[in-house]
């Protein structure tokens, strides 16, 4: 846990979030300001500011973020289309910096993104 970290907060309930999975690992939370009708943030409980900042021990947990992702979307029934982002760095659009996929679904999506 890093003390200043929104995410660390919200994984030790210290702040409001509503909670849609969560294991030893992991765990998933509705995005506070959506960009599609269904928007899930999916974080390692292990605080990496990014992608820059993992290392082969992280391989797993890295793999799992994306199988979760699988499994919600299945759940709330996003097969016909969803997306998984990791906006690395400011310049991506990056501005929480404990690293977290994004699962974005319920709507078509444009290519390239913005
Ligand atoms: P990124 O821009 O990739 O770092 O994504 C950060 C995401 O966190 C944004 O989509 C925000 O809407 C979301 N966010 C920020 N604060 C909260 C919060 N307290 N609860 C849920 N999501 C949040
Ligand atoms: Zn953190």
Redesign the pocket.
Known sequence: MSADC?FCK?AAKK?P?KIVYEDDEVFA?????P?APT?I?ICPRKHLGSLNEASSEDQAVLGKLQLVAAQLARKLNLLAGYRTVL?NGSGA????FHL?L?LLGGRTFRWPPG
Do not use: R
């Open positions: 929104l919200i702040i979030s939370f509705e995005d506070i300001g960009q928007h943030l906006n659009g990056q501005s929480v977290h994004h």
